[in-house]
């Protein structure tokens, strides 16, 4: 009960009844004091006029009081006549004063109010010895119709605003319960609701934003998901295959080779392992902006010519040629990080092209940015793989060649981000891939602070 009348419906109903009431009591006063008091003078207006009708018929024609009566008796008028004073006073139509009285029988006409619900005018007068009463009929006359109708008309448009107002605010509150309820589900974790309302307003609005809010976060936690079984499936593969290995060497029978070949696996799922951790815990403290970026100046070409020289071996073992034009550009940044973004890139490079490949590396200045590039001709990536390579865990070619942990353009995108640069690529599968990374200007930074 207590919750019925915080509900929005019934305050709202409440309130817009309130309303109506009111104005309808405020519009009967004024109706009342102003057209009923035209109204009620114009029927003294026609009393007056009748007993001095009578007057003038009986008076003048000489005609008998009763008959003239009689002949002017009307339609919504009654008209009753006294014999004498007392008759008069005794009949108690109206409260009869001492002055009326004195008034009446030096020949006026007076106009009083008869005893009656509601009060209506009464008119006497005194003609040829007798008391001539005039009053309306007490049921049918212009007063009371006139009283009615405003009530009718009031009270019509009481019910029926009434009703209209329940109509309205069902409209209004409807959305607003379904999306109060819709809330509820979303808070519980069932995100897939989805509030059906057609309409441009406020509150289409409201359902249209909460549509879009509960399909975000259904996305989040199916990232969130996604990210947790990715990550215990990445670490599940290599953990069995220690085991297996680790077990198999158990057995005594193993000739020495099989030993060594059984050992070299578990070394490698064991880096495996140990460069997912690191690889994770990079991203996540990227994520969560732990660490403070320190933000120095340094020379980036220098920086990009010492991670060619550090992965040296692997490209110089795959006989790619390495093609490097790199200009002279200083960077404030973190330079920890950055450093990783070449590495990664490096590597991928070296990683998806075989062997007599042709890698380039380009860094130049250009419309105050800096621009790095670097191109390969090796396996490409198709154009469906291409929009998803910067996402955790994607890895485009599924073969069990690649024992990358698909983390490491994650990690690309996110440094390049927080220096307030952007990374893109463009690939042809077969043919090769080139990666660009775009970074604000430094010397222009520096002018203009
Ligand atoms: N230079 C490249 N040429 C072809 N494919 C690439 C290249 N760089 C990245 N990729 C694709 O993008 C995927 C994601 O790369 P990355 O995040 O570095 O993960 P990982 O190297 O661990 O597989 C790779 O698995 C690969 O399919
Ligand atoms: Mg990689």
Same mark, same amino acid.
């Given at each position: 009960?207590?919750?019925?009348?915080?509900?929005?419906?019934?305050?709202?109903?409440?309130?817009?009844?309130?309303?109506?009431?009111?104005?309808?009591?405020?519009?009967?006063?004024?109706?009342?004091?102003?057209?009923?008091?035209?109204?009620?003078?114009?029927?003294?207006?026609?009393?007056?006029?009748?007993?001095?009708?009578?007057?003038?018929?009986?008076?003048?024609?000489?005609?008998?009081?009763?008959?003239?009566?009689?002949?002017?008796?009307?339609?919504?008028?009654?008209?009753?006549?006294?014999?004498?004073?007392?008759?008069?006073?005794?009949?108690?139509?109206?409260?009869?004063?001492?002055?009326?009285?004195?008034?009446?029988?030096?020949?006026?006409?007076?106009?009083?109010?008869?005893?009656?619900?509601?009060?209506?005018?009464?008119?006497?007068?005194?003609?040829?010895?007798?008391?001539?009463?005039?009053?309306?009929?007490?049921?049918?006359?212009?007063?009371?119709?006139? =009283?009615?109708?405003?009530?009718?008309?009031?009270?019509?448009?009481?019910?029926?605003?009434?009703?209209?107002?329940?109509?309205?605010?069902?409209?209004?509150?409807?959305?607003?319960?379904?999306?109060?309820?819709?809330?509820?589900?979303?808070?519980?974790?069932?995100?897939?609701?989805?509030?059906?309302?057609?309409?441009?307003?406020?509150?289409?609005?409201?359902?249209?934003?909460?549509?879009?809010?509960?399909?975000?976060?259904?996305?989040?936690?199916?990232?969130?998901?996604?990210?947790?079984?990715?990550?215990?499936?990445?670490?599940?593969?290599?953990?069995?295959?220690?085991?297996?290995?680790?077990?198999?060497?158990?057995?005594?029978?193993?000739?020495?080779?099989?030993?060594?070949?059984?050992?070299?696996?578990?070394?490698?799922?064991?880096?495996?392992?140990?460069?997912?951790?690191?690889?994770?815990?990079?991203?996540?403290?990227?994520?969560?902006?732990?660490?403070?970026?320190?933000?120095?100046?340094?020379?980036?070409?220098?920086?990009?010519?010492?991670?060619?020289?550090?992965?040296?071996?692997?490209?110089?073992?795959?006989?790619?040629?390495?093609?490097?034009?790199?200009? =002279?550009?200083?960077?404030?940044?973190?330079?920890?990080?950055?450093?990783?973004?070449?590495?990664?890139?490096?590597?991928?490079?070296?990683?998806?092209?075989?062997?007599?490949?042709?890698?380039?590396?380009?860094?130049?200045?250009?419309?105050?940015?800096?621009?790095?590039?670097?191109?390969?001709?090796?396996?490409?990536?198709?154009?469906?793989?291409?929009?998803?390579?910067?996402?955790?865990?994607?890895?485009?070619?599924?073969?069990?060649?690649?024992?990358?942990?698909?983390?490491?353009?994650?990690?690309?995108?996110?440094?390049?981000?927080?220096?307030?640069?952007?990374?893109?690529?463009?690939?042809?599968?077969?043919?090769?891939?080139?990666?660009?990374?775009?970074?604000?200007?430094?010397?222009?930074?520096?002018?203009?602070?």
């Amino acid at each position: 009960m207590k919750k019925l009348l915080y509900s929005i419906y019934v305050r709202f109903i409440f309130l817009f009844i309130g309303i109506l009431i009111i104005s309808a009591v405020l519009s009967l006063g004024i109706v009342t004091v102003f057209q009923l008091e035209d109204v009620k003078g114009m029927v003294q207006k026609q009393l007056e006029d009748k007993v001095s009708a009578i007057d003038a018929l009986s008076q003048e024609r000489d005609i008998p009081l009763k008959e003239a009566v009689q002949y002017l008796e009307g339609k919504e008028l009654t008209i009753r006549v006294y014999e004498d004073r007392d008759e008069l006073v005794k009949a108690k139509r109206f409260s009869v004063l001492q002055e009326d009285l004195k008034q009446l029988e030096q020949g006026g006409v007076i106009t009083k109010e008869l005893n009656s619900t509601p009060p209506l005018p009464v008119s006497v007068g005194h003609i040829k010895g007798y008391y001539v009463m005039v009053h309306p009929d007490i049921d049918n006359n212009q007063i009371v119709r006139f =009283q009615k109708t405003v009530q009718t008309v009031l009270l019509t448009a009481i019910v029926l605003g009434s009703l209209l107002i329940l109509l309205a605010v069902s409209m209004v509150v409807k959305p607003i319960k379904k999306i109060s309820k819709a809330s509820v589900e979303v808070a519980n974790g069932t995100f897939d609701v989805h509030i059906q309302h057609r309409g441009k307003d406020e509150i289409g609005e409201l359902v249209k934003n909460f549509n879009i809010m509960v399909q975000e976060l259904k996305a989040n936690e199916y990232l969130h998901k996604e990210f947790v079984s990715s990550v215990s499936h990445e670490f599940k593969t290599p953990l069995s295959s220690i085991n297996g290995f680790a077990s198999l060497l158990k057995t005594k029978d193993l000739s020495k080779k099989e030993k060594e070949e059984y050992i070299e696996i578990i070394i490698k799922e064991s880096n495996r392992l140990s460069n997912l951790s690191s690889n994770l815990l990079r991203l996540s403290k990227l994520d969560h902006q732990a660490i403070q970026h320190r933000r120095e100046v340094f020379q980036l070409d220098e920086q990009i010519r010492r991670v060619i020289l550090l992965l040296q071996d692997s490209w110089e073992n795959n006989h790619i040629q390495l093609q490097v034009d790199l200009d =002279q550009v200083s960077f404030k940044g973190d330079e920890e990080l950055l450093q990783q973004v070449w590495i990664n890139l490096l590597v991928n490079a070296i990683k998806f092209t075989p062997e007599y490949g042709i890698i380039s590396i380009v860094l130049k200045k250009a419309h105050n940015r800096v621009l790095f590039s670097i191109s390969d001709n090796g396996i490409g990536v198709s154009e469906s793989d291409v929009k998803r390579i910067f996402e955790r865990f994607y890895k485009a070619d599924k073969s069990r060649s690649n024992h990358g942990t698909g983390l490491g353009l994650a990690i690309v995108k996110k440094i390049v981000e927080i220096h307030d640069g952007k990374v893109t690529v463009e690939s042809d599968l077969g043919k090769g891939s080139l990666f660009k990374v775009e970074l604000p200007d430094y010397e222009i930074k520096k002018i203009d602070s």
